[in-house]
């Protein structure tokens, strides 16, 4: 793939990098509980539950690369990767919402996620990915 012709927006360097913190942050919980977890699960004697904690920290790995993915595309302009951005914002936003009921401080990355995704819908943004 080409990249973008299109200036990027300040914006979405931003939210580049918001990705990619949270791809690392997902990524490296889930290889530390694909490596650990079934150890400490046997050791506390729950072994019945290591095939649920290993399906768990793989479905946390591909989300977590999903989420680097999604750095790197916001770098590069792809316009599949504005689309897996909408997504994956409205979700961070189901998923924050959900977690107001358990914690405030859950309302930082709610208004992060909305105005990401309001940000992915300005002329200038969708130009950039969607050329």
Avoid: C, H, Q
């Amino acid at each position: 793939m080409a990249d973008n012709p299109y200036k990027r927006p300040l914006l979405v360097t931003v939210f580049a990098v918001i990705y990619l913190l949270i791809g690392l942050a997902i990524t490296i919980g889930s290889i530390g509980i694909l490596v650990g977890g079934e150890a400490m699960l046997i050791e506390a004697g729950m072994e019945e539950y290591a095939g649920v904690y290993a399906s768990v920290g793989a479905v946390s790995l591909i989300i977590g690369l999903v989420y680097l993915l999604i750095s790197y595309g916001f770098l590069k302009g792809w316009s599949v990767i504005w689309y897996l951005g909408v997504i994956f914002a409205v979700l961070g936003i189901v998923m924050s919402a959900m977690s107001l009921i358990v914690t405030v401080g859950m309302i930082v990355p709610l208004v992060v996620f909305l105005v990401m995704l309001l940000y992915l819908f300005k002329d200038n943004v969708k130009l950039f990915f969607l050329k």
